[in-house]
T-cell receptor, first 117, second 111 residues
Framework: EAGVVQSPRYKIIEKKQPVAFWCNPI?????LYWYRQNLGQGPELLIR????????DSQLPKDRFSAERLKGVDSTLKIQPAELGDSAVYLC???????????????FGPGTRLTVT | DAKTTQPPSMDCAEGRAANLPCNHS???????VYWYRQIHSQGPQYIIH???NNETNEMASLIITEDRKSSTLILPHATLRDTAVYYC????????????FGQGTTLQVKP
């Protein structure tokens, strides 16, 4: 079974440019998460989807970040325009089942390493 | 969600047991203890979780103290591939599904 797929794995852009990351979750997983991980830190949640609905985007900087999951399967995270401080690893994760259960796992993709110059 | 405290780094000899401690003194009765690890350049990987009883799976064992204020993740026979950052996380069963990662413990397995 394929895991969570993310692309690209690496991206280098100049500040003020737009960038997009793509994620394909594990088949059948209805919950999808985007996390950001700064160097030396643990991942931090940006947004969580239940099917196609964004149910927790409280940590998403909405002035420049946007996300979509149109058909409740794959998802895209966009930054426009990028700033130097956006340099980080962007991780996508997915899980199956109701979020009020503790006995489920989040499966993470390998991440996209973004460098803004 | 309760906060956790982990040592920033630990070493372990290859083939020996690695015991990774975690303090969660403010844990609530309905909060579970989760362990994830992150190998360099990879996303975090689920290892194990538990509520109050000790748990074991093919990867590791989780020992939770009776008062649930601390726990220990045990890798019984560490290999070089177990070198990673290990995160201890506590969360309720009814929260939003968010995992709140701390800085974790960097485990270095040495030959």
């Amino acid at each position: 079974e394929a895991g969570v797929v993310q692309s690209p794995r690496y991206k280098i852009i100049e500040k003020k440019q737009p960038v997009a990351f793509w994620c394909n979750p594990i088949s059948g997983h209805n919950t999808l998460y985007w996390y950001r991980q700064n160097l030396g830190q643990g991942p931090e949640l940006l947004i969580r989807y239940e099917n196609e609905e964004a149910v927790d985007d409280s940590q998403l900087p909405k002035d420049r970040f946007s996300a979509e999951r149109l058909k409740g399967v794959d998802s895209t995270l966009k930054i426009q325009p990028a700033e130097l401080g956006d340099s980080a690893v962007y991780l996508c994760a997915s899980s199956f089942g109701a979020v009020d259960r503790a006995d489920y796992e989040q499966y993470f993709g390998p991440g996209t390493r973004l460098t803004v110059t | 969600d309760a906060k956790t405290t982990q040592p920033p780094s630990m070493d372990c000899a290859e083939g020996r047991a690695a015991n990774l401690p975690c303090n969660h003194s403010t844990i609530s009765g309905n909060e579970y203890v989760y362990w994830y690890r992150q190998i360099h350049s990879q996303g975090p990987q689920y290892i194990i979780h538990g509520l109050k009883n000790n748990e074991t799976n093919e990867m590791a064992s989780l020992i939770i103290t009776e008062d649930r204020k601390s726990s220990t993740l045990i890798l019984p026979h560490a290999t070089l591939r177990d070198t990673a950052v290990y995160y201890c996380i506590v969360r309720v069963a009814s929260n939003t599904g968010k995992l709140i990662f701390g800085q974790g413990t960097t485990l270095q397995v040495k030959p």
